[in-house]
T-cell receptor, first 113, second 115 residues
């Protein structure tokens, strides 16, 4: 069974540009989560999508947005990039059931220069 | 608000020695607890989880953890560490709905194993 896949692996952008990160969940999983792992800040919850709807978001500005497609894959968009957006962005997926866990992808390393 | 504290930023143990990584949580109800491991440049791999039932849970790679409600702790243990266990370990708490949504992570403990 394929795990959570993220693309691209690495992304370099210039300040002010937009970045798009992609995530494919494990087959059968309807929930997708995005986390930011920035140096010195640890893992921070960004967004949760389930069945195509945004269910919850963390304490991030509106320029962090995303969507979930009918096949449950997801995109994270970051507009007006700032230097401090440089981080490892991790996607995870799960079934939306009690007692289930999230499985993480390998992440996208975003560098803003 | 939920929070997780991992008081040890960095731990060094000798190969073959026992290991205990500490995790304390703050949550207003019965928590849903996890331990994840992250190797350099990699994503997170689930070691074990506690949702309900037996407070001593067994995970992969020989790890176990014990949920102690009275101490608000969920410490990770391994009786004999292998060099391949060197990595960063994260404790996390989830909502008591028992789903994996909006996990709150600790700041991590980096484990170094000496030969």
């Amino acid at each position: 069974e394929a795990g959570v896949t993220q693309s691209p692996t690495h992304l370099i952008k210039t300040r002010g540009q937009q970045a798009t990160l992609r995530c494919s969940p494990i087959s059968g999983h309807t929930s997708v989560y995005w986390y930011q792992q920035a140096l010195g800040l640890g893992l921070q919850f960004l967004l949760w999508y389930d069945e195509g709807e945004e269910r919850n978001r963390g304490n991030f500005p509106p320029r962090f947005s995303g969507r979930q497609f009918p096949n449950y894959s997801s995109e994270l968009n970051v507009n007006a990039l700032e230097l401090e957006d440089s981080a490892l962005y991790l996607c995870a997926s799960s079934r939306h059931l009690r007692g289930t866990e999230a499985f993480f992808g390998q992440g996208t390393r975003l560098t803003v220069v | 608000a939920q929070s997780v504290t991992q008081p040890d930023i960095h731990i060094t143990v000798s190969e073959g020695a026992s290991l205990e990584l500490r995790c304390n949580y703050s949550y207003g109800a019965t928590p849903y607890l996890f331990w994840y491991v992250q190797s350099p440049g990699q994503g997170l791999q689930l070691l074990l989880k506690y949702f309900s039932g037996d407070t001593l849970v067994q995970g992969i790679k020989g790890f176990e953890a014990e949920f102690k409600r009275s101490q608000s702790s969920f410490n990770l243990r391994k009786p004999s560490v292998h060099w391949s266990d060197a990595a960063e370990y994260f404790c996390a708490v989830g909502p008591n709905t028992g789903t994996a949504s909006k996990l709150t992570f600790g700041t991590g403990t980096r484990l170094q194993v000496t030969l």
